[in-house]
């Protein structure tokens, strides 16, 4: 595992808004998200990889 030791870690993306659950009737953007929310997001899911 890695460890990142920051105060604030951005990611720029040329898309709109980075999703939760994209494609899903759930699906819901991010605009901020802490460490402890970004580590339980990570236990609920499996991330997918778009070609």
């Keep these: 595992m890695w460890t990142l030791h ?3 870690l951005m ?3 040329d898309v709109e808004q980075v999703m939760l ?3 899903e009737v759930d699906e819901m953007g991010i605009n901020r998200m802490t460490v402890d929310e ?3 997001y ?3 899911v499996t991330l997918v ?3």
């Design 11 to 13: 990611v720029l993306t």
């Design 21 to 23: 659950n994209y494609g």
């Design 42 to 44: 990570l236990k609920k």
């Design 38 to 40: 970004a580590e339980n």
């Design 49 to 51: 990889r778009e070609a």
């Design 6 to 8: 920051a105060d604030i």
